[in-house]
């Protein structure tokens, strides 16, 4: 609580209702933002290799969320022309480093499945 408001300021704060940092926060950690992200770390992608590594996403909410991130400044378009023009899509800096923060989680739950299925399917259902 001591710290200088010019401080506060350009750090945001998530638990604030009003912060623009939550609209950041929405698109980073949906489903399809987290698993675009991670998607993304391995290298640029097309659309169609995008659509096809993340399945069950629809083509609506791959550009959908494909457009937040952009815009949110986490990856690039690339629109490349010639005999056979194409679109890649890539991180930028902050993209790669929010994207390896993802990556870990992504890797815990997995190697962490097994106790998380246990453990959700030991907890008593509540009763209607």
């Known amino acids: 609580m001591n710290e200088p408001l010019s401080g506060h300021v350009m750090r945001g704060d998530v638990m604030s209702e009003h912060c623009p940092s939550r609209e950041v926060l929405k698109h980073v950690t949906s489903r399809w933002g987290v698993l675009l992200l991670v998607a993304l770390g391995d290298g640029a992608h097309r659309f169609g290799e995008l659509r096809r590594k993340v399945g069950g996403i629809s083509e ?16 690039l378009r690339i629109a490349q022309t010639g005999s056979s023009p194409r ?5 930028t800096p902050l993209g790669e480093e929010i994207s390896a923060r993802l990556r870990e989680v992504a890797d815990w739950i997995e190697r962490n499945l097994d106790g998380i299925l246990a453990g959700s399917s030991a907890m008593p259902q509540a009763s209607a």
Do not use: A, H, N, S
């Open 60 to 75: 609506r909410m791959l550009i959908q969320t494909l457009q937040w991130l952009e815009q949110d400044g986490f990856v």
């Open 87 to 91: 679109v890649e899509y890539r991180l």
